[in-house]
């Protein structure tokens, strides 16, 4: 959790209790204000701690959209202009035709709705599954003719029967 | 066969705009890191042309924090560097704060243990119907490697700063740039100043 949104996350309590303004409570909310706006607190003034608080919420509130760009990008649409937009100009309808119609785009996105179903760009047909016919792989025939080959020579000689014990005849 | 790996294949015909010196007060600082070279885009046939310049997402927030002259107190130069068989840019940002808070002193120290871009905005605005009004208004210094501060200097005694710092950012020693600034530029002036604002700092309003 970043110091902003810590000072946001007790930002409540820290306006409507007075016992709860701890000095680590003030030292966030300076952080925080130096973070978003560059600004420095007048360290004993008090309601000016309240009024970093409601600066911060306030700046912090824009994040509300569904959608959130990245720091430069303009998305733009040839022919459109309406539909150019940055991160400060986008709406949730711009979002939402942009996530339809142009996906590739989400790259641009920090933030952004996880949609239901894939999205299929318009133009983009999707083929109904085919039977797979399974081809021969030449590279697996050609190994499989090599290992036969190797076999073949490799080929275990049969096992010679034992030798039947010589018969001494005798001479008679 | 030629010698070199490129050819000059374009004229360069008379200007009859009168061309405006200087640069304006304000200047735009970005940390290198911060910058997104994988999604930021190049004019296909111009690579001296940015057209889309992003910043990554990180915690704490990347931004473009501005720094405000004044009075014309921004310089800039660029200047070609030959080296025995390369030849490199040398880009150059002098600045000057009017002020000795031990915030500026802090600003300054993280400026010398650091690497940024710079965005300068140009008084020289061309009017050009075909190709776009105001491409030669942003320029981005440092694309490179980033520059860094080389020098800075306050003499209390200095009767023109009044004892203000005069900043001098530029590139390393050794390591320089490959091309000369480049100029940044999306669509028309007026998208290129809506990206620019979207890269901002809160405290630059």
């Given amino acids: ?172 | 066969m030629t010698i070199g790996c490129n050819q000059i294949v374009d004229c360069i015909l008379k200007n009859c705009e009168q061309l405006v010196p200087g640069i304006k007060d304000k200047a735009y600082f970005i940390n290198y890191d911060c910058i997104d070279k994988d999604l930021s885009t190049f004019d296909p046939d111009n690579s001296l042309l940015c057209t889309q310049l992003v910043l990554k997402t990180f915690s704490p927030p990347c931004y473009a924090y501005c720094v405000e002259g004044y009075n014309f107190s921004n310089e800039h130069s660029v200047a070609l560097v030959k080296k025995t068989y390369q030849k490199v840019w040398e880009h150059n940002f002098i600045f000057r704060i009017f002020d000795n808070t031990p915030e500026d002193k802090l600003w300054i120290q993280n400026a010398i243990d650091s690497r940024f871009l710079i965005i300068i905005e140009n008084n020289y605005s061309k009017e050009d119907a075909v190709e776009g009004d105001g491409r030669t208004v942003f320029e981005i210094l440092g694309w490179d490697f980033g520059l860094e501060l080389n020098a800075a200097e306050r003499n209390t005694g200095d009767e023109e700063m009044l004892g203000g710092w005069v900043l001098t950012a530029g590139c390393s020693d050794k390591l320089k740039e490959s091309l000369p600034p480049r100029s940044y530029f999306v669509t028309d002036i007026a998208t290129t100043r809506l990206a620019l604002e979207s890269l901002l700092a809160p405290c630059c309003d």
């Fill in chain 1, 1 to 172: 959790m970043t110091v902003v949104e810590e000072v946001v996350s007790f930002a409540r309590d820290y306006i409507n209790n007075p016992a709860n303004r701890t000095e680590e409570r003030k030292q966030k909310i300076r952080k925080a204000l130096r973070h978003l706006t560059g600004q420095f607190l007048n360290f004993g003034c008090s309601t000016c701690y309240i009024e970093a608080v409601f600066k911060i919420l306030n700046i912090t509130k824009m994040a509300s959209s569904k959608y959130e760009l990245k720091k430069g990008v303009v998305l733009q649409v040839f022919g459109d202009p309406k539909k150019t937009c940055t991160n400060a100009t986008i709406t949730d309808e711009l979002g939402d035709w942009y996530m339809k119609n142009h996906p590739e785009k989400m790259v641009f996105f920090v933030r952004y709705p996880k949609p239901q179903r894939p999205v299929i760009p318009p133009k983009v047909k999707i083929l109904p599954e085919e039977t797979k016919v399974v081809e021969a792989d030449p590279v697996a025939e050609a190994q499989g003719i090599m290992t036969e080959a190797i076999e073949q020579v490799l080929e275990p000689k049969p096992k010679r029967k034992p030798a039947k014990k010589k018969t001494v005849k005798k001479d008679d």
